[in-house]
């Protein structure tokens, strides 16, 4: 069964939040492992043509998630969760940072908190993201930073592709 | 005041404002039928809206009509858009581990 889903994305510049609804044909069980299972989270967390790439991750309060975007060309944007509360199969929150390879986190790029939450909807899965910037405008930066190079660029590919 | 779009759009009732007056233009008491809240708050909201500079106004007899003004919500667009595909690029992908997932089961 193919289900087309709606995303709500809303931004609330008052509060420097971003809200993310999105369902899922899934069950609860089945969502939480594609968010909390490093060798799941490889295979989506990266947009394409980005792939991420776990090195280490530790799914526990205080644990870390430490991870790569790898680019087409190879390079290597690391990137890393701090988890900051699990309740498990119904939520977790942590802290976003740009870092090195080692998780140390680089102070030029700011970074974000955020809230993960999955609700049963029958056999769908609603999952829902709060989003916590120190400013919109961070965001922006984020966006300047290169994804939206990269991503324009990768929906250029996706043109060509679909037009050769 | 200075004031910017986001602040336009960070409230419900406003967004709901500019979902009607993007459709058609509309007289404040024409806006104010479509919300449980009272008229001065409409008015505000209007207010804020003609504020952030969203809003067109027209006058015909006695009645001003307001207009939204497409360009300015392009900005928002614009902005945010990236970050929002993004997103969407993800899920999708994410719709494909989950299929995955349940063909192994």
Known sequence: MNTIYQMSFEVDKVNNKINVKREFNSSVEHVWAAWTRPELLDQWWAPKPYKARTKTMDFRVGGMWLYAMVGPDGQEIWCKANYLAIEDQKSFSGRDAFCDEHGVATDDFPGSTWNTSFKPLGEATLVEIEIDYKNLSDLEKIIQMGFKEGFTAALGNLDELLNA | ?105
Not at chain 2, 5 to 28: K, N, V
Not at chain 2, 72 to 100: C, H
Request: with cysteine; charged share 30%.
């Open chain 2, 1 to 105: 005041m200075r004031r910017d779009i986001f602040q336009a759009i960070a409230d419900p009732s406003r967004r709901a404002i500019i979902t009607l007056i993007a459709i058609q233009a509309m007289t404040p008491n024409a806006l104010a039928e479509h919300f449980d809240i009272s008229r001065q708050a409409v008015s505000k909201h209007i207010r804020i809206l003609d504020e952030c500079r969203l809003l067109k106004k027209e006058q015909l007899g006695r009645e001003i009509y307001y207009h939204l003004d497409p360009q300015k919500m392009k900005e928002v667009a614009d902005w945010i858009e990236p970050f929002r595909e993004l997103w969407e690029v993800k899920f999708n992908q994410l719709d494909q581990v989950l299929q995955n997932l349940k063909k192994k089961k």
